[in-house]
């Protein structure tokens, strides 16, 4: 266990000490000088990232570090995780494409689709949770009038245009665009 002193206790109250330390920095400077602390106790086997996921930004350049690491120990829990590390860079790209096609080239800037990819981008860029917080509460508040439904027609409608275009023909819309229009 972890409190029980042995090594796997250890190891895991450092790693929860660290990421704490990180979720409380303030500074992008700070956070990033103790994400790079922390990667680095990961490369050197210090501390196993196997439970750091991609819910926030930090957590993401932990499993980042931890992927990219030789931790032979935890290549069978990396194989899922780092699948999942993949397919979050995948889906950053992805947005961001979708932002420049549909929100740029195809004129829908403002549209409530764009607003929520905006969102999602700058969601993606923060670098604490109360930045986080309150990015989704003035996000919440523009979004008032604004139906689900009609987010969904813009998201099956700008998903359409891509598939038609030369961007529906990349490794990263492969698979999305393979897919009946349907579906889309």
Not at 33 to 42: F, H, M, N, Q, T
Not at 138 to 147: H, M, R, W
Request: hydrophobic letters at 30%; one cysteine or more; proline letters at 3%.
């Amino acid at each position: 266990s972890a409190r029980g002193g042995g090594s796997q206790g250890s190891v895991l109250c450092k790693r929860a000490a660290m990421t704490e330390e990180i979720a409380r920095a303030v500074e992008p400077e700070e956070k990033n000088r103790l994400v790079e602390k922390l990667k680095d106790a990961i490369r050197r086997g210090e501390i196993e990232a196997q439970s750091l996921d991609a819910t926030n930004p930090e957590r993401h350049r932990m499993m980042e570090a931890w992927c990219a690491s030789s931790d032979e120990a935890s290549s069978k829990a990396k194989k899922h995780i780092c699948k999942r590390a993949d397919a979050h860079k995948d889906f950053v790209a992805r947005r961001q494409t979708l932002v420049d096609f549909w929100c740029g080239e195809m004129g829908h800037a403002g549209s409530p689709k764009c607003q929520q990819m905006e969102y999602g981008k700058r969601m993606h860029a923060t670098a604490t949770g109360a930045e986080r917080l309150q990015l989704a509460t003035e996000f919440k508040a523009s979004q008032t009038g604004t139906s689900s439904q009609s987010i969904e027609e813009e998201t099956r409608e700008m998903m359409g245009a891509i598939c038609k275009s030369n961007h529906g023909k990349t490794p990263i819309f492969l698979s999305t665009c393979s897919r009946p229009h349907s579906e889309l």
